[in-house]
């Protein structure tokens, strides 16, 4: 008895798009081709197309999602935490990011800047969207721990968010080489110690 032809796979955008954010992230953006994406989803060249005319607007749509995703993270803690637990929970989740398999993916954003910069334009305007983002996120949460008194104010916030920014990124590139999560919690610890509001000791005035 023949056998009847199995339903098309049905195109799934948001599946699609995870599955080339994960490929651009694991091979580049030029190691990249139509054709393993292809592969990788199961999807014909015309299911593609009505979505993303060339690899390069499909690249950008993956940097976008990825980028956004971890800004809502932040702005999550930021509205749900007090100041010191959203500071010590993104700086924890750095840490965890930066540990195992994910430690050795690094992160998205920083691969894509290392090799599409300098001279993609656009790539860097995004880039700069999602650097400032963060900077701007730890601001508004060092800000308001200034206002409740719980970090230091003899200290600008924004240039303390910089700084943990910094910390933040360099702990991404550190992943690669699977350092111990214990090393990078400790580090976590001094980073908040160094921005908590200093209190006298029990029974001074």
């Known amino acids: 008895m023949k056998k009847t032809a ?3 796979r049905q195109f799934d955008p948001q599946a699609f798009l995870d599955t080339a954010l994960h490929a651009f992230w694991r091979n580049g953006y030029h190691a990249t081709s139509l054709a393993e994406l292809k592969k990788a989803s199961g999807l014909a060249s015309a299911s593609i197309y009505k979505l993303y ?7 950008l749509a993956a940097l976008q999602q990825y980028m956004e995703a971890g800004l809502t993270r932040l702005h999550q803690r930021e509205a749900s ?26 992160c998205f954003s920083i691969a894509a800047a290392n090799e599409m910069l300098p ?13 400032h983002g963060i900077v701007s996120r730890l601001t508004a949460i060092l800000r308001q721990g200034q206002q409740q008194q719980v970090f230091r104010s003899d200290e600008d916030a924004q240039a303390m968010a910089e ?5 933040l990124e360099g702990m991404r590139v550190y992943g690669k080489i699977q350092p111990d999560i214990a090393t990078l919690r400790a580090a976590n610890a001094f980073i908040v110690r160094s921005v908590l509001k200093t209190h006298p000791l029990a029974g001074e005035e």
């Open 6 to 8: 199995g339903r098309p």
């Open 53 to 59: 005319p060339d690899k390069r607007s499909l690249f």
């Open 81 to 106: 935490l007090s100041p010191e637990a959203a500071l010590r929970e993104t700086l924890d989740f750095g840490a965890l990011l930066s540990t195992g398999p994910d430690g050795e993916k690094g």
């Open 119 to 131: 001279g993609d334009d656009e790539v860097r305007r995004k880039i700069e969207m999602m650097f």
């Open 163 to 167: 700084a943990i920014f910094m910390m």
